[in-house]
């Protein structure tokens, strides 16, 4: 056997024998593949997105003029709260989950997820969930109090709609839960034998941070809308002060979630643009380990700062200088990564397509979130900013400039992987150029808007603000007409975009060493970790353990049952421009 058919024979064992065809049907039915399971997240997700859009341009339409002439001040309340709930719980969070049940199986070598059955039950909650946010919606009776339903705002609103938006986020939160525990006993448990915790990818790490942080994080909120509901339905006074209670408890259990849910909805995304950006520079990610350990020091760090939303809320002074020292520290993870990318991008042989085209953009708007962060952080400025289009701004570059961007640029990566089909890169690269001028357009603004004092959470503003706020709804109506490239994008390209084969990207994780897309096992034979994850261009030649079949035994009686390979493709090897 030469040595090309020998290169050859090392993809056999991770190769299954077809892709796995599933009809459409098996979408809409209540099944424990992981892969089906991952697509129902995603496509689910994406459809809340497009309506968490349609109620942003409704607000940001209002917000054009200064006077309540578009949606009446209730109406608006009502909507801005739905959008922002949609965005978060809807969007976001299930769509890392998606990318999650999808990837992490075929990156660790497993056939499926650890629960398989339980995996289908978190996903069939989110539908219903997210039905109930919208009939709260329709019935015209849906907060108002703003996404965090602040007492005592929330017991002078809608109580109906208060009680359906706090069902929706207890289905959601379970949800979560329930997915969490199957994350992390997956990435724990069910890793082939040849893959030890510093060969996963780091997708992986993400997802294991990301899961210890829902685990530990979403029952306190859950205890306290279930005491909001009391106080909504049954007359306690738990947050109510006209009976004693304290709302300020709310802030602390319902923060005590909801920063670390910043975290939830980061890391994923972390870890998809650690991924991309190696893959697409062609060189091995700088600082592994460091990457690795900075998600887990997130996760840590994310659960002792809440309070950095409450300064104005009369916490002693002493605890004020807690959190603000532990927010600041917790950009060292977090500058660890970004530095680690720009290294990992310095120097390399990139490949400017879609997927690193948004995984760069990424970077550069998450650093301007990043920065307002620490900004924030810092107690006299947090006081002077708190509550204005300032905070606004910089959660908007946080979690579009960040998730979003992450979003789609896993998007972009993995849709060969999902489909077998290759997206079309002109059409990938228009919608990447509309998402960064209208998010600019719509989000930098608003930092001027805050320093000069315009409130957030307000249908009417001094007028004195109209241009900033015309130029924001403009790039909101960018960033609306920016996302059908994308949908049209993908939908002819899922039916009749180019062949893409099993790796296209030459990449080196366990999730390309399959078909594309991936057979319903996954796997015929238990893949063998050969190389490193990243070790693109490295020109190591390692052994890999093949199974032979009773065809090719013969041929290599004579030797150990062993190949020597330096890339999973012999067409990788022989491209000189990757070895650095």
């Known amino acids: 056997m030469t040595q090309a058919q020998l290169q050859e024979t090392a993809n056999l064992p991770a190769l299954a024998e077809e892709a796995g065809h599933r009809n459409w049907r098996d979408y809409f039915t209540f099944n424990t593949d992981h892969k089906v399971i991952g697509i129902q997240y995603l496509v689910t997700s994406f459809v809340f997105y497009c309506i968490g859009g349609v109620l942003a341009d409704l607000v940001r339409t209002e917000l054009r003029t200064p006077d309540s002439d578009f949606l009446n001040p209730e109406l608006y ?3 801005f709260t739905l959008h922002a709930t949609i965005m978060i719980f809807l969007w976001v969070i299930p769509t890392g989950a998606g990318f999650a049940n999808y990837l992490v199986p075929l990156m ?5 997820m650890a629960f398989p059955r339980l995996n289908a039950v978190a996903f069939w909650m989110i539908p219903p969930a997210g039905l109930l946010l919208i009939v709260s919606l329709l019935i015209g009776d849906a907060p108002e109090a703003g996404w965090t339903s602040y007492p005592p705002l929330s017991l002078v609103t809608g ?19 329930l997915g969490a525990l ?16 510093y060969q996963m990818p780091l997708f992986c790490w993400s997802m294991l941070a990301t899961s210890a942080l829902q685990l530990l994080a979403t029952p306190v909120l859950a205890s306290a809308l279930i005491l909001l509901a009391f106080d909504l339905l049954a007359g306690t006074t738990f947050f109510n002060p006209t009976g004693g209670g304290d709302p300020v408890v709310y802030q602390h259990m319902f923060w005590f979630y909801s920063h670390p849910a910043v975290y939830i909805m980061i890391l994923p995304f972390f870890g998809l643009i650690s991924e991309v950006i190696p893959i697409h520079s ?47 520290i917790i950009a060292v993870p977090t500058g660890i990564k970004i530095f680690s990318w720009l290294a990992t991008l310095w120097g390399g042989k990139l490949r400017l397509n879609s997927a690193l085209l ?79 001028v209208g998010l600019n357009l719509t989000f930098l603004p608003m930092h001027k808007l805050g320093m000069e004092g ?37 939908i002819w390209s899922w039916m009749y975009g180019p062949k893409a084969g099993n790796n296209p990207w ?56 062993s190949i020597l390979r330096a890339d999973p493709d012999p067409a990788v090897a022989a491209r000189p421009e990757d070895r650095h």
């Not at 199957?182 to 915790?197: A, C, D, E, Q, Y």
């Not at 409130?455 to 109209?466: E, G, L, Q, S, V």
């Open 282 to 328: 062609r060189k091995p990610v700088f600082g592994y380990t460091a990457i690795a350990y900075s998600s887990l020091a997130i996760s840590f760090l994310g659960l002792i700062v809440w309070a950095h939303h409450m300064f104005t809320s009369g916490i002693p002074g002493w605890l004020r200088m807690f959190f603000m020292i532990t927010t600041m």
């Open 182 to 197: 199957n994350f992390l006993v997956t990435i724990l448990k069910m890793r082939v034998p040849s893959m030890g915790v």
């Open 454 to 490: 315009m409130n957030r959470r307000i249908a009417m503003y001094d007028p004195k603000f109209t241009f900033l706020n015309e130029i924001c709804t403009i790039g909101a109506y960018v960033l609306a007409v920016s996302t059908f490239p994308f949908i049209v994008n993908a």
């Open 108 to 112: 660790i070598g497993a056939r499926d």
């Open 159 to 177: 109580q109906v709609g208060e009680g359906i938006w706090i069902m929706s986020l207890l289905v959601l939160g379970t949800s979560s839960i």
């Open 506 to 561: 030459d990449a080196l994780t366990l999730e390309w060493m399959t078909t594309s897309p991936p057979a319903i096992e996954n796997f015929d034979e238990l893949p063998v970790v050969a190389t490193g994850p990243y070790d693109y261009g490295m020109g190591n030649r390692q052994t890999v353990q093949v199974p032979l079949s009773d065809e090719q035994e013969p041929v290599l009686a004579a030797g150990p049952k």
């Open 358 to 436: 948004f995984a760069m953009g990424f970077v550069g708007t998450f650093v301007i979130g990043g920065i307002s962060g620490v900004m924030l952080a810092a107690v006299p400025f947090d006081i002077h900013v708190h509550d204005t289009y300032f905070v606004v701004a910089h959660l908007h570059y946080v979690l579009f400039g960040g998730s979003v961007l992450g979003i789609f640029a896993g998007y972009y990566h993995w849709f060969p992987k999902i489909t077998g089909r290759m997206m079309n890169e002109f059409w990938g690269r228009v919608h990447f150029a509309l998402t960064i």
């Open 77 to 79: 309340n009502e909507v």
